[in-house]
């Protein structure tokens, strides 16, 4: 590998090693020293848009890994001047920089960056658009594997919400599929579904309740409202009413089900305090799982 900017292709040797390794940092084994694989080399984040998680696990990665950490965040820099990304990426690449972790609101913008960076510069996708946020594909899948063992070819799992303006979503199918997950339902209003390929071979419907019995994890998905045009969804309360997972719907999946979420969570809409807080949620799982995963995809671009 020499960048990472989606998990479309990625053969199921490739996947299974990055969830290996992120595995054994987990555990303790994952190398002699882990803070002597990266040191010497510089990794910037890159970030055009807001994030929590990513860039400060992307951050937490690179540090256990021993390189040096450059953020970069748009709008405290010369972004707001009119400089382009590809002219940022550049000027960073000339400070001595290898690694660049960049996220981005135009679908593709990781992979421009990375077919116009210099030969030994390595692009890890942290987000882009709508097509792909490939580290919370990884983090989602190896979270799964924890609760639910390898074999997932013996579950089902549900992805609910809003699947058209997500690219976690796109991710997760991704990997899913390479993992040979037994069955996908997407569930979500009609018009928060994709209109394109991504749900081929999926269950897709819009009632919550049939989309949940008997599933083994749910995947709940933010209502991203900075990327919505207005009318998709009438009102917060009726997306909750219809779409909101609460204790109360989640016993119609399985009683040993799981329940993800990205992050950042809209409590109150796509999930109620007492399904987020409550011991099915593996969300903070998630986010210990996003600093190993990073750490297993840093040192194999660039270590
Ligand atoms: N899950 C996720 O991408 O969260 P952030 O936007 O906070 O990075």
């Given at each position: 590998l020499r960048h990472l900017l989606t998990l479309e292709g990625l053969p199921r040797a490739a996947l299974v090693a990055l969830l290996d390794r992120a595995q054994a940092f987990l555990d303790g084994h994952g190398a002699a020293d882990p803070r002597m694989a990266l040191a010497g080399t510089a990794v910037?984040?890159?970030f055009f848009e807001p994030s929590t998680r990513t860039r400060l696990s992307f951050q937490r990665a690179a540090q256990r890994l021993g390189a040096d950490v450059l953020g970069f965040d748009a709008s405290t820099s010369s972004t707001s001047k009119g400089e382009t990304a590809l002219d940022t990426l550049r000027n960073i690449e000339a400070m001595g920089v290898r690694g660049f972790v960049v996220r981005h609101r135009e679908d593709g913008a990781a992979?421009?960056?990375a077919a116009c960076a210099a030969h030994d510069t390595a692009v890890v996708n942290a987000g882009d658009g709508r097509s792909a946020h490939p580290t919370q594909g990884l983090l989602?899948?190896?979270t799964l594997r924890q609760a639910k063992g390898a074999d997932f070819s013996r579950l089902k799992v549900a992805i609910v919400g809003d699947i058209r303006h997500s690219r976690v979503a796109r991710s997760e199918l991704h990997a899913l599929r390479t993992l040979g997950i037994g069955e996908v339902r997407a569930c979500g209003p009609t018009g928060?579904?994709?209109?394109?390929?991504t749900l081929d071979g999926c269950i897709v419907g819009s009632d919550l309740d049939a989309a949940l019995d008997g599933v083994d994890a749910v995947f709940m998905l933010r209502l991203q409202r900075e990327r919505m045009v207005e009318g998709l969804v009438s009102s917060l309360e009726d997306y909750h009413r219809d779409y909101?997972?609460?204790a109360v719907r989640l016993r119609r999946a399985a009683p040993d089900a799981v329940v993800l979420h990205p992050g950042p969570m809209n409590r109150g809409v796509e999930i109620s305090d007492e399904v987020a807080d409550g011991p099915q949620?593996?969300?903070?799982?998630?986010v210990a799982n996003g600093v190993v995963v990073r750490m297993a995809v840093l040192e194999t671009l660039l270590a």
């Amino acid at each position: 590998l020499r960048h990472l900017l989606t998990l479309e292709g990625l053969p199921r040797a490739a996947l299974v090693a990055l969830l290996d390794r992120a595995q054994a940092f987990l555990d303790g084994h994952g190398a002699a020293d882990p803070r002597m694989a990266l040191a010497g080399t510089a990794v910037c984040t890159l970030f055009f848009e807001p994030s929590t998680r990513t860039r400060l696990s992307f951050q937490r990665a690179a540090q256990r890994l021993g390189a040096d950490v450059l953020g970069f965040d748009a709008s405290t820099s010369s972004t707001s001047k009119g400089e382009t990304a590809l002219d940022t990426l550049r000027n960073i690449e000339a400070m001595g920089v290898r690694g660049f972790v960049v996220r981005h609101r135009e679908d593709g913008a990781a992979a421009m960056l990375a077919a116009c960076a210099a030969h030994d510069t390595a692009v890890v996708n942290a987000g882009d658009g709508r097509s792909a946020h490939p580290t919370q594909g990884l983090l989602d899948v190896l979270t799964l594997r924890q609760a639910k063992g390898a074999d997932f070819s013996r579950l089902k799992v549900a992805i609910v919400g809003d699947i058209r303006h997500s690219r976690v979503a796109r991710s997760e199918l991704h990997a899913l599929r390479t993992l040979g997950i037994g069955e996908v339902r997407a569930c979500g209003p009609t018009g928060l579904l994709p209109d394109d390929a991504t749900l081929d071979g999926c269950i897709v419907g819009s009632d919550l309740d049939a989309a949940l019995d008997g599933v083994d994890a749910v995947f709940m998905l933010r209502l991203q409202r900075e990327r919505m045009v207005e009318g998709l969804v009438s009102s917060l309360e009726d997306y909750h009413r219809d779409y909101g997972l609460t204790a109360v719907r989640l016993r119609r999946a399985a009683p040993d089900a799981v329940v993800l979420h990205p992050g950042p969570m809209n409590r109150g809409v796509e999930i109620s305090d007492e399904v987020a807080d409550g011991p099915q949620s593996l969300v903070l799982r998630q986010v210990a799982n996003g600093v190993v995963v990073r750490m297993a995809v840093l040192e194999t671009l660039l270590a």
